[in-house]
């Protein structure tokens, strides 16, 4: 991998996101095998450094890494420390001395891992930043999705929930649009971020808004619904959770819009009854469990893209 | 102080002059404009420059008393005349805030031991900046206050807003209002437009400045008082302030440098150095206040001047607290962005803040205090933000070419600021 | 680093001819067990896909195969600094006590090899690993040697022994060039 971090999908060129998904192909197959490592990354320090409580995510880029025989350390820094004044400095200069390889970073800041990238030697990859980027979230959503439909381009993807707040529908959004597929995002006015026509900033007539659910979802091959935060109720978004499942919810009758065989994803963790029913989450479309066995190869790839080669 | 000001293009559009001539200073007064040849009194020598009435940046936050590590009352007047100004007006969101006379007799005798730029103090219109009661308005005008602003803050409440604007009528005292629902910006860190919603960060709507913009022009009219808006940064604003002054109404607007130069894509590495409020917003909010400069809507140029100490910008976006310093910058970048006529730009950095806030004036006359302000235009110079004379960094101008730059800084008869080449 | 040809080593006939007498070899070495064949990528693949046709043919049976991408287990001296793409790799299921025979086109420093055989010990005990290598160059860094070798030749380290093969290359033709 050319560039020293992956901090977002705005900034990949196609061919980038083809060789990550590429890569990530052929290493899944390690995790099928009795003794699930290769020796590719031994040696090398990946620290996960989490400011945002993510079992999920650290999990995975935790197996990630030593399926690749890497020193994978779990750092869960606590913001209230630095709200004492550490600075983000004072972090990477940490990072520095303990000569860590490559940083994973997740934070409730937008931009957090750019500053921190830009202070340290080592490779920082993005493991979601504030409402800003998840680009592993995308990819593994792009890996799922070319298995499923063997495809990236000319597909309807419809997004649906909170998307002012969301950081997968922003990297969903670059992707997918990217590869020639069209995505149409859909939530209640009040959460739709303001300026979103603009979101993305190449393939922009691939983008669509809409309110309608119906209209999101009328002959989509892909579903995928976000996650809402009940903390949006206390700050007036949507007046309550039935009101939200009712016109947001996905349901078997709504999933029927879609086009026949359309896969139904989520990036977890799910609510059920709030975004998504019991039965469309443990339903036959739902690739709910693909995804996260495609993030582990995913993140095996970029890790292994980007700490493979030669010793500097 | 004494002092000759040889050779200078003297230029002051409010007593007509625009000729090269000289100014005899003495003891901190102007005694004569024209020839002199007093070879026993100090000489400044001003050939190829323009001597002005001297510049006063109404807008502005020296940190003292409370948070001294930021800027001092010393430091700041340091910058300010570094700037070309020889008077500031300082905010009074320090720490306790400027809300009675103590903390005025403070400001005042300190900045008089300790500035080289004259400060004129601005008193807080509720007390504590709290929103809730006036301060002691009366007061602190005895002990020195030149308007009354609790900046930092908008007066939220429209009841309490219009008893201020009622009230320091008695003192003909300007009302500045920082203008922000604080509901509608709550949370929000830049512009809300496509550049947050791609960065992933909270929005202040321009509709938060203009709603209040709207609610405080009539309350202006209603009560005849006189108001003054703080950092106009939206077109929507620009355009209700135009409409009101064509109906006749008294009222006066300002705009910062950076609002003028720099718009929302000046966060795309989210740097700190950026983030301000009102915040950088969009290229036609941007070509609105440039319109309304040229057109007079807009009467001041007045920096806003909000240091912090390099270790609390050196946060995430989100944390960061909003500001920039901008005394160093202004002039120049006034002279370098905009195409303004010499009157025009020496009413809106000199003559419109002296009319604005309560003060004695001064200009190029005798008997007026000896403040003066020395440019060359043609100065093409690099802002280097380390050697500042502001304590702090905080300037997204570092490394900027400008052209045009105040070299010299008088003020009672005596130069406090000088840069020749 | 520009290529200029020395001197072309085998013809397309001859190509075929020695990866059918190298399957014929590994069938007699191997008293008639049946063996896996495991390509090293890239052009060990098709040399093991012929070669395992041709055991087909002579013993009625076809033997198992399987592709093996060594890059994931370079050791340091090896690796790149660009990534090189990483390819698939297949290992049948049920390796143990079977003979396997890794198939790859030269032999050269012996480096592929090690990192083959590393490979392979997390896949399970083999019987028997051996190795089948069209062009033996010479130049060992570590201690290995072919099993079953189509052609032995010296070679200068300035020399690159270019293997082609239809399946990859268009041609069946094995070349010596020199670096310039």
Redesign the interface.
Known sequence: MKRKDLLGIQELAREEILEILDTAETLQEISTRPIKKVPALRGKTVINLFFEASTRTRTSFEIAGKRLSADVVNVTASTSSVSKGETLIDTAKTLDAMAADCVVIRHSSSGAPHTIARMTKARVINAGDGAHEHPTQALLDALTIRQRKGRLDGLKVAIVGDIAHSRVARSNAHLLTKCGSHVWLCSAPTLMPVGGHELVTENCEFLHRTHSMEEALQGADIVMMLRVQFERMDESFFPSVREYFRYYGLTRQKVEQAKPGAIIMHPGPMNRGVEIATDVADGPYSVILDQVSAGVAVRMAILFLMLGGQSS | MNLVVKNGRVVDPARKIDAVTDILIRDGKIRAIGKADNADLPQFDATGLIVAPGFFDIHVHLREPGTEEAETIATGGAAAVAGGFVAVAAMPNTKPPNDNPSITSYIVSEARRSSPALVFPIGAITKEQKGETLAEIGEMVEAGIAGVSDDGKPVMDGRLFRRALEYAQLFDLPVIQHCEDLHLSKGGVMH????????????I?AAAEDTMVSRDLILAEVTGGKYHVAHLSTRRAVEMVRAAKAQGMKITAEVTPHHFTLTDRAVS??DTNAKMNPPLRSQEDVDALRAGIADGTIDVIACDHAPHHI?LK??????APFGITGLETAVGLALTQLKLPLPRLIEMFSLNPQKIMRITPWGVFEGSGAHLTVLDPSRQWKFDVNQSRSKSRNSPFHGWELKGKAVGTIVGGKVVYEDRK | MALKLSYQLMTAAEVRDTLEALADQIVSANGGRPVVLLGIQRRGIPMAQRMAARIGTRTGQQPQMGMLDINLYRDDLTKVATQPVVHRTEIPADIDDKDVILVDDVLYTGRTVGSALRALIDFGRMRTIQLAVFVDRGHRELPVEANFIGKKITTKQTEVVEVRLAEIDGEDAIYVMEKT
């Open positions: 809300e437009g496509a550049m947050s919603a791609r960065l992933g960060l909270k929005g709507p590495e989210y270790n050196m946060l995430e976006f989100d944390r």
